[in-house]
């Protein structure tokens, strides 16, 4: 069964702290990962696509990367602003996107 | 940038009522969807529209739902008679084609709450 799991759940970093966000996953045929950003009541907003194990992409202070069985959202000297909710999909061989739970990111000034 | 939106923001009703959420995709985008996400948990997928058909639904999607694109612009979920679980963030998204290399743009959601 495709699978996707995220974590921590919840993570809290003081500002200026580096850390990394994991997306782990099962799936048949990847066809893509997908990362988003969610704030509060608000739909999730696109941040990057990966398609192959040892591809990395980045904008701003967050870069994802991806192997064969696991993702990383690594964000870089985090600011306020970045606090939100981020979530992982992955895209399966019949193009459908299992969603994880998401993970909480609270950034303290 | 183009987005897609949805209205209303947010929708109270009565159990066992009909209601109908509303949602504009981006202009030239060709595949739709909702979703739904029920507070504090994962996003759910409830059907995909193409070609003004339905190309995949989930089991959530059961007889209460429906969708359609009235016209040009508009694509729109239906729930037929309310229950008090289909409480939840509905969310529209579309996307331009079907390759992996195309993500989903979602709206800001409609909140229903079912009394």
């Known amino acids: 069964e495709d699978q996707v799991t995220q974590s921590p759940e919840a993570l809290r970093l003081q500002e200026g702290e580096s850390s990394s966000l994991n997306c782990s996953y099962t799936?048949?045929?990847?066809?893509?990962l997908f990362w988003y950003r969610q704030d509060p009541g608000k739909g999730p907003e696109f941040l990057f696509t990966?398609?192959?194990?040892?591809e990395e992409k980045e904008k701003e202070r967050l870069k994802a990367t991806l192997t064969k069985k696991e993702s990383f959202l690594h964000i870089t000297a985090p600011k306020p602003e970045d606090s939100a909710t981020y979530l992982c999909?992955?895209?399966?061989?019949?193009?459908?996107?299992?969603w994880g739970a998401g993970t909480k990111l609270i950034i303290k000034p | 940038e183009p987005e897609v939106t949805q209205t209303p923001s947010h929708q109270v009703t009565q159990m066992g009522q009909e209601v109908i959420l509303r949602c504009v995709p981006i202009?030239?985008?060709?595949?739709f969807y909702w979703y739904r996400q029920i507070l504090g948990q994962k996003v759910e997928f409830l059907v995909s529209?193409?070609?003004?058909?339905?190309?995949?639904k989930s089991e959530i999607f059961d007889d209460q739902f429906s969708v359609e694109r009235p016209d040009g612009s508009n694509f729109t979920l239906k729930i037929r008679s309310t229950k008090l679980e289909d409480s939840a963030m509905y969310f529209c998204?579309?996307?331009?084609?079907?390759?992996?290399?195309?993500?989903?743009?979602f709206g800001n959601g409609t909140r229903l709450t079912v009394t």
């Open positions: 999909a992955v895209q399966n061989s019949n193009y459908q996107l299992i």
């Open positions: 799936v048949s045929g990847l066809r893509g």
């Open positions: 990966l398609y192959s194990a040892g």
């Open positions: 529209f193409y070609n003004n058909e339905i190309s995949e």
């Open positions: 202009s030239n985008h060709l595949y």
């Open positions: 998204a579309s996307r331009s084609d079907s390759s992996y290399n195309s993500p989903l743009h």
